[in-house]
């Protein structure tokens, strides 16, 4: 199960509707070995795409190397899609490296950078194998 802070869940679904129609994507930090989700880290989809995301790699590098210096690892990594379902692709399933990370998927495709609901769901990716699991927003991470 993920647990996500109201003001988590509405950063990544903010990001995801200013990046629409392009994919939008990002990582969530959080103290290394505690699945807590706390610093949302919006980055630039490198690809420019409204149907694929790429971490522009000296972007990513220098995140890596912040966590590291803050005994902080990546908690969750989103993404948008932004005219399918919130569900990973193929490339999302061969692309996912962090076998401890909450993949989340955010569907923009019914109301765009309008407000209105959008699909948010999280899964677990390891060794290609896709695991739906349970999103709990909570008002604050106790």
């Known amino acids: 199960m993920l647990t996500i802070s109201q003001a988590t ?48 790699s000296t972007e990513l590098l220098q995140l890596y190397k912040e966590m590291w210096a803050n005994d902080e690892e990546p908690v969750v990594i989103y ?12 490339t999302d399933i061969g692309l996912a490296s962090e076998p401890g990370a909450h993949y989340v998927l955010v569907s923009t495709r019914e109301h765009g950078n309008n407000d209105g609901p959008v699909e948010f769901r999280s899964y677990r990716i390891a060794d290609g194998e896709v695991t739906e699991e349970v999103v709990a927003v909570v008002p604050e991470l106790t």
């Open 79 to 90: 993404h948008s899609h932004t005219a399918t379902e919130a569900y990973p692709s193929r």
């Open 9 to 56: 869940y509405d950063a990544i679904v903010a990001h995801a509707r200013r990046d629409h129609p392009d994919e939008a994507c990002g990582i969530v930090a959080g103290p290394e070995g505690t699945d807590r989700p706390e610093r949302v880290v919006e980055m630039v989809n490198a690809a420019g795409s409204p149907t694929f995301y790429e971490f522009d």
